[in-house]
């Protein structure tokens, strides 16, 4: 479908005029020399509508709300990813940290119930709140045991999104309490 039809299309279903800018035909030559025609008067609207500039431009600002406001939902719940009403608890090896936006994340060890060694990718909050709090990347080294209490992924197997680390060698702990972490430092 062409860009007009649509166009006349969805000011139809909107219930708005036909807004075109105004045109002014051309006659050709030959034919008798009356008044110009407007495009706007041809289609039926009334001229009104262009003294009204809030008309004109509702379907650009209305565009425009949906482009800018497509991006502030972009980030997301973390009950669409992870299971917040279930509490799982892993003892874990860091084998390396990711401090990235949006969300750092560690990768670990963590042996199952039957001696095999899985790998566990831990999430936590963004990373500026993280780095406000004093959380760096050298907070957690590879080789460090921690107990990491956290909500499941949904379709992921082997991820969690962290609440709680604790590292019992030096007592440090992170807590993710509501939409605010703390940490206990070194």
């Known amino acids: 479908m062409r860009w007009p039809a649509l166009r006349r299309q969805l000011c139809r279903i909107i219930d708005w005029p036909m ?27 009334s001229s009104a509508v262009y003294d009204r500039p809030m008309a004109r431009w509702m379907p650009a600002i209305i565009g425009a709300s949906w482009l800018v406001g497509v991006p502030l939902q972009a980030h997301h719940a973390i009950s669409t990813f992870y299971d917040t009403s279930r509490r799982v608890t892993i003892e874990a090896i860091v084998r390396e940290l990711h401090f990235v936006n949006p969300h750092p994340f560690a990768v670990s060890d ?17 990373r500026r709140e993280l780095v406000e ?8 080294r590879p080789g460090d045991t921690i107990v990491v209490a956290g909500s499941p992924a949904r379709h992921e197997a082997r991820s969690l999104y962290v609440r709680r680390i604790d590292r019992p060698s030096d007592g440090f702990w992170y807590e993710q309490v509501g939409t605010t972490p703390r940490i206990r430092p070194q």
């Open 110 to 126: 963590v042996r199952s119930r039957d001696g095999v060694t899985e790998q566990w990718r831990l999430e936590m909050d963004n």
């Open 133 to 140: 709090i004093g959380f760096t990347h050298q907070t957690l």
């Open 19 to 45: 807004i075109d800018p105004p045109r002014t035909t051309r006659r050709p030559a030959h034919r008798s020399a009356g008044p110009r025609t407007l495009d706007h008067e041809r289609q039926g609207v």
